[in-house]
């Protein structure tokens, strides 16, 4: 039995629509059950309703309580993430820059173990960084989690950058050099402003990667003091030895990621157009 023509023409819309509503629906399910546990009392936390019939505030209080030293944690993060990403930005730009317009032999390898480095697993060199870090007196420091998180940053923004370089039109540094100016000038006037929307979509990337960033952090910062976001959440303690404080966990988990959401929809129009920069050729 053949379905009418109007039918046969929307099912494929309707197939893509649903497959939308699905994977949007897979992406933000754990996110949902987050706030959904964060919202639920102490005394119903194991209940499987998919919406808590009586909503608490209890675990959000909790984790700002004085035990947790949770807003000193934001802090230790921000600062973390934010010195990574200017040092991955500042080097990352020029270094692309340079492997995208000079021609030498062997750039092809230097990317490729640029890519390389980007993929290290990070647990091969928690052990001789610690050791190292422990011989020069750097645990408990911002240094001993910044430097970490730049070698593994920094090698993700170069190849980034260099894809969004490899799309510029590079005539117009050429015109500025013929008008009079020099290389550098050319760089900062007419490269960096047309290179913004790549940089900006780098640099999101880099500060949720150092803002995530765990295994590392939690073997060279041991002071609660010191602790970024992501190591003080797992050490959260509930009232006795053995309670284990998932509400409170799941509320500090919403809380470390508003502002990573909230910096996303600021600024969604500059990831798109750093994103979808050089899709097309001209």
């Avoid at 379905?3 to 629509?17: E, S």
Wanted: hydrophobic share 55%; charged share 10%; aromatic share 12%.
């Amino acid at each position: 039995m053949r379905r009418p023509r109007a039918a046969r023409r929307w099912l494929p819309a309707i197939w893509f629509a649903a497959g939308i509503v699905m994977l949007v629906a897979f992406c933000l399910a754990p996110f949902y059950w987050m706030v959904v546990s964060a919202l639920k009392p102490p005394t119903a936390l194991f209940n499987n309703d998919l919406w808590p019939s009586t909503m608490s505030l209890e675990s959000l209080r909790a984790v700002f309580s004085e035990k947790n030293s949770f807003g000193r944690a934001l802090g230790n993060s921000t600062i973390v993430a934010g010195i990574t990403t200017a040092f991955s930005m500042l080097v990352g730009v020029f270094a692309a820059y340079a492997v995208t317009r000079l021609r030498f032999r062997g750039r092809t390898a230097v990317l490729g173990v640029i890519l390389a480095a980007s993929m290290f697993p990070g647990v091969a060199i928690l052990t001789p960084v610690y050791q190292l870090f422990a011989g020069w007196g750097w645990i408990n420091t911002y240094q001993a989690m910044i430097i970490p998180d730049v070698s593994f940053a920094l090698p993700l923004g170069i190849w980034t950058l260099t894809t969004f370089f490899r799309q510029m039109p590079w005539e117009l540094e050429q015109a500025a050099l013929i008008d009079g100016c020099t290389r550098g000038e050319a760089f900062r006037k007419i490269i960096i402003p047309l290179a913004a929307p790549g940089v900006f979509t780098t640099a999101i990337l880099v500060f949720i990667a150092a803002w995530n960033e765990y295994l590392i952090a939690s073997n060279v910062s041991i002071r609660p003091d010191v602790n970024p976001v992501t190591v003080a959440i797992a050490k959260f303690t509930g009232e006795s030895t053995f309670q284990q404080p998932f509400g409170t966990q799941m509320a500090a988990g919403v809380v470390a990621t508003i502002p990573l959401v909230i910096v996303v929809l600021i600024f969604q129009r500059r990831i798109i157009a750093g994103l979808t920069s050089g899709g097309v050729k001209s």
